[in-house]
């Protein structure tokens, strides 16, 4: 069955869109920019993304906001790397490194047995820099003020973790596990288990329940629909209104923005990632 298009879609009667959500963006950028584009009268997403990761995210418009819940419980699938001997607040590269451990000296045999210790129903503590309340507050809000966040465990399901390479200090994994699982968490305990400590430093979501990340389409694509300016009078069009650019929530990503300084910007269109402009966000 080949791919429905885009220009096919009914969003303002009701889509579920599939898209693949750029590095650094936040879920809310890309509801932002999508309801920008397509104009919908609803809209929302089902399940986010942290904007270190990438992969799948799925949007939905019209009557099928309906079935956003539904779609956010469904199990999900994740690609990624942990490395191994180094630590971070935000267990990833959110946050520098805070404390390095040895991690040479431990085997293959001895990483996969501890990663079958998180097979099936494991009790979890989501990480600081998260978007968990506590007291009313988001818990990274409270994180990026330095202030503590007691956070509590809750129960998770981890169906398959494997790993896919080991080259020391990094290793590469997939996971498939229920909602409400962090895989930020999953790297921390990983080493704390390992005795050397370990962080996230990429994630891809590649499923959430039968919606795949090989049927998703990116921003650019959803961008493209957008209707055409109207013309003005002498067929010209008319000037764009010059509006005061607001600085885009980057969920705090000072850090990460000043380590990628010297390298391409990952920050999507009219999104550019500073460090001057990153602000937090949900």
Request: glycine share 6%; proline share 7%.
């Amino acid at each position: 069955m080949s791919k429905k298009a885009l220009a096919d879609f009914d969003f303002e009667a009701g889509e579920v869109l599939l898209l693949d959500k750029p590095l650094t963006w936040t879920s809310f950028d890309v509801v932002r920019k999508v309801k920008n584009t397509l104009r919908p009268r609803k809209i929302g997403h089902a399940g986010t993304l942290d904007p270190l990761a990438t992969g799948l995210l799925i949007l939905c418009t019209g009557k099928k906001t309906k079935e956003i819940d539904q779609i956010q419980a469904q199990e999900k699938e994740y690609e990624g790397t942990f490395r191994l001997g180094q630590t971070t607040p935000s267990f990833d590269l959110e946050t520098p490194v805070d404390a390095e451990q040895p991690y040479a000296h431990l085997t293959e045999a001895q990483i996969q047995a501890a990663v079958a210790t998180f097979l099936g129903k494991i009790e979890q503590i989501p990480p600081v820099f998260s978007a968990v309340k506590v007291d009313g507050q988001r818990a990274y809000e409270l994180a990026r003020k330095g202030e503590q966040a007691e956070i509590k465990a809750k129960t998770v399901e981890i169906k398959v973790f494997e790993l896919t390479r080991i080259v020391l200090p990094d290793i590469d994994f997939r996971v498939v596990c229920s909602k409400g699982t962090y895989i930020r968490s999953l790297a921390r305990d990983l080493g704390v288990a390992l005795g050397c400590g370990a962080h996230l430093t990429r994630l891809v979501r590649t499923r959430i329940g039968e919606y795949r990340l090989a049927d998703a389409w990116t921003v650019a694509e959803v961008q493209a629909l957008r209707p055409p300016r109207p013309e003005a009078a002498d067929g010209a069009a008319p000037p764009r209104q010059r509006r005061e650019r607001l600085k885009p929530a980057r969920a705090g990503l000072d850090f990460y923005a000043t380590q990628q300084a010297d390298r391409a910007p990952a920050a999507g269109p009219d999104l550019p990632l500073h460090p001057e402009e990153a602000t937090p966000s949900a």
